[in-house]
C-alpha cells in the first residue's frame, strides 16, 4: 500500500516554542493531504485539507494562525504548532491522497505525538 | 449530510470466535465507505474500502464488509479472531461523490481479544 510518513514520531516541548511535523508521501503524488488531531480514546477531528500550493483550508473552530499548514510540493505537506499550550498537546495525524494511487482512498501517517510542558 | 453511526463502542470476542463491528451511514449521495484499524499509538491502516463495485469486499488479515444500501449498514467481520486483531476500529464514509474529499469519522470501536 502506499506509505505516509510523518516527523517526529514524538515531541516534547516547552510552552510558548513552535513545533513543525513533517508529512511526506513516499511512493505517490498527494495533490491533497489532510491534519487531524486525536485526543485519547476519541475519534479523529479533521483540522485543515490542503491542496498543493495553495493556501489550506481550515475546518471551523480550528485557528489558522495557531496552526500553520505549508503544501509546498506533490509530497510534502507541514503542520508547524505556533506558540504552544500544553492545551495543543495531542495527537496529530496527516493523510495524503492524490495521483498515482486510488484518488478516493486517504492513506494515513503513523501519527506524531506532541507533549507541551 | 453525511454521517457515520458505529453502534457499538466496545466489543470483546475470545480468540477464535467471529467478529462483528457495526456501522450505519446516512448519505445523499451513493457513499464511499471504509473501514480503518489503528493500533495503540499509530496511524490509521486501511482495511477495506467500498466505491459501488462489489458489495461484499475483502480486505486485508481477513476481514471482510458487506454494503447493504436497503438496510444502511457497512458492518466488518471476520471469521475467526486473533489477538493482533485488538485496535480501535473506524468506520468512515466521504461527504461528496468521489472521494475526494473529507471523511467523516465515526466514533470507533475497540475491539478486544481474549485468550
Known amino acids: 500500500g502506499a506509505v505516509v510518513s510523518q516527523h517526529p514520531s514524538r515531541v516534547i516541548c516547552k510552552s510558548g516554542t513552535s513545533v513543525k511535523i513533517e508529512c511526506r508521501s513516499l511512493?505517490?503524488?498527494?495533490?491533497?493531504m489532510f491534519w487531524y488531531r486525536q485526543f485519547p480514546k476519541q475519534s479523529l477531528m479533521l483540522m485543515a485539507t490542503?491542496?498543493?500550493?495553495?493556501?489550506?483550508?481550515?475546518e471551523q473552530g480550528v485557528e489558522k494562525d495557531k496552526f500553520l499548514i505549508n503544501h509546498a510540493s506533490l509530497t510534502l505537506s507541514t503542520l508547524t504548532v505556533t506558540s504552544a499550550h500544553p492545551e495543543d498537546s495531542s495527537f496529530y495525524i496527516c493523510?495524503?491522497?492524490?495521483?498515482?494511487?486510488?484518488?478516493?482512498?486517504?492513506?494515513f501517517g503513523p501519527g506524531t505525538r506532541l507533549t507541551v510542558l | 449530510a453525511q454521517s457515520v453511526t458505529q453502534l457499538d463502542s466496545h466489543v470483546s470476542v475470545s480468540e477464535g470466535t467471529p467478529v462483528l463491528l457495526r456501522c450505519n451511514y446516512s448519505?445523499?449521495?451513493?457513499?464511499?465507505l471504509f473501514w480503518y484499524v489503528q493500533h495503540p499509538n499509530k496511524g490509521l491502516q486501511l482495511l477495506l474500502k467500498y466505491t459501488s463495485a462489489a458489495t461484499l469486499v475483502k480486505g486485508i488479515n481477513g476481514f471482510e464488509a458487506e454494503f447493504k444500501k436497503s438496510e444502511t449498514s457497512f458492518h466488518l467481520t471476520k471469521p475467526s479472531a486473533h489477538m493482533s486483531d485488538a485496535a480501535e476500529y473506524f468506520c468512515?464514509?466521504?461527504?461528496?461523490?468521489?472521494?475526494?474529499?473529507?471523511?467523516?469519522f465515526g466514533a470507533g470501536t475497540r475491539l478486544a481479544v481474549h485468550p
Open positions: 468512515v464514509v466521504t461527504n461528496l461523490p468521489g472521494g475526494y474529499n473529507k471523511l467523516i
Open positions: 448519505s445523499s449521495y451513493s457513499p464511499s
Open positions: 493523510s495524503a491522497q492524490g495521483r498515482g494511487r486510488a484518488t478516493d482512498t486517504q492513506y
Open positions: 490542503s491542496n498543493e500550493g495553495s493556501k489550506a483550508t481550515y
Open positions: 511512493d505517490f503524488q498527494a495533490t491533497t
